[in-house]
């Protein structure tokens, strides 16, 4: 009687601290993941503004200023001058070996990230439309 | 077929058998009442020279311009003459107006040239004044008055106290969406200036006003704005016909306010969207305005061109030379008393690219 009601315990004990873990986010953690994304945005904007991925001192801003025109909502698309349906990345580092005469950024490449978060924080609230020309 | 004719389209129009044996007479008497005779003159505008190091400059924006420079001196009928509208140089320095001036030396004809943002915020203006005179000015031709603002000027507060160095000034005003540069402004100075050149003037006299930020107010988060736009334009309003021809923009836009018609010109360096495509604020984009065609955001020059301009009815038609995408005329409808796009009136007859990208 006392194994089993031990058992009980400790199981009801096991299920109470699983779900306590799962529900693990509070408010603080929410805010902390949105100062993430915040800072890493911001450092999107840096290297948006300030030409630091290419060779030429060309910046990404000077075509797309605040990110526009970049259309983030329509990719993965047919892009016509890779002559292949591509992701956002791909695009961008058009832009960078191009215009900007630099080097293609890995698709993790932290920079890489930076860039993207800005190009699609600039396009919030603006519907998914995969594909779209 | 288009009034004005390069040299490449002849050669175009010769390889494809059509029997070009004549060129459009070169001047024709006047549609704007008593003697005097039409004109053309070629806009060139927003060049952006940007120098990488030494000698070595941005290769896009080099081409744009000795694109539109080379093909300006093929168009025939020649011009009157040439206005350079503003921002020849990306960061000020006395290398890219250098450079960019050689690459106007080339140009056949008389030169004007408008004061740009780019070409102004890092010694305000000393160098540009030494390759091509006062900041503005006013000029007669064939019985049209014309006028060259400055419209790029803002407060003292932000030109004279705020930045450390010169050099710290000219990259926060060169940034469009940087919201530590300020709106431009004309300023009392230049508008007190201009109601005495105008005073004198019949107010039947044509008068068309070059300057290089819209004397509008389009999109302030883009400084595609002038902020006392509505004084100058109070000074222009009692005259029979007005244009106002501006650049800074990078893009096709026109509108008509009172007696003032307002014309962009293209920019020869790269394209900027048009406001409404920046999703998180309000656009003011006129009416009127029929967007531009984008045909190939992959072609260099896409988008960027310069542009034909001729006053045969004291009214602006802007002809739009668009590299590798179809030509954009904007004419004023003196029915409808505004500009037009002639070709794209109707939303049924415009070409799927208006919309693509």
Known sequence: MLRSTLLLAFGLAAFGATAARADEFTKADVERYQKEFELVAAKG????????????????????????????????????QLGKVAQLFEMVNWCIRNPLQGANLAPDDPRMTALVSYITFERRGVKLAPGQH | MSEFITRRSVLAGAGAGAALTTLPISMVTLAFGGT?????????????????????????????????????????????????????????????????????????????????????????????SKLYGPHYYSFDHKGVHFVVLNSILTSEQWTFHRWPTAEQRMLEMAGLDNPNGSPFMVGDKQRKWLANDLAKLDKKTPLVVFSHSPLQKIYKGWNFWTDDADEVQALLQPFDSVNVIYGHVHQIQYNQIGNISFNSVMATAWPWPYPQSYAQAESHLPVL??????????????????????????????????????????AFDHKAGRPVDVAYQEPTQRRLPQTHY
């Not at chain 2, 305005?289 to 045909?295: C, F, G, K, L, W």
Request: net charge negative; charged share 25%.
């Open chain 1, 45 to 80: 904007r840096e290297l948006w503004t300030s030409g630091a991925v290419g060779t030429n001192g060309v910046a990404c801003a000077q075509c797309h200023p605040n990110a526009a025109n970049t259309h983030p909502e329509t990719y993965p698309k047919f892009q016509k």
């Open chain 2, 36 to 128: 005097r005779e039409d004109f053309t003159f070629t806009y060139i505008s927003d060049a952006h020279i940007q120098q990488i190091k030494g000698a070595s400059f941005v290769r896009n924006w080099d081409q744009g311009l000795k694109r539109a420079v080379a093909e300006a001196n093929l168009v025939k009928p020649e011009s009157d003459f040439v206005i350079f509208g503003g921002d020849l140089a990306q960061l000020g320095k006395r290398e890219e107006l250098d450079h960019g001036a050689e690459m106007l030396s080339k140009l056949k004809g008389k030169l004007h040239v408008v004061m740009g943002e780019h070409d102004y915020y890092l010694d305000l203006g000393d160098y540009w």
């Open chain 2, 289 to 330: 305005t029929i967007p531009m065609n984008r045909a190939d955001p992959f072609f260099e020059r896409d988008a960027t061109g310069w542009q034909l301009i001729d006053i045969g009815s004291g009214r602006v038609t802007a002809r739009y030379q668009l590299w590798d995408n179809d030509q954009r005329t904007v």
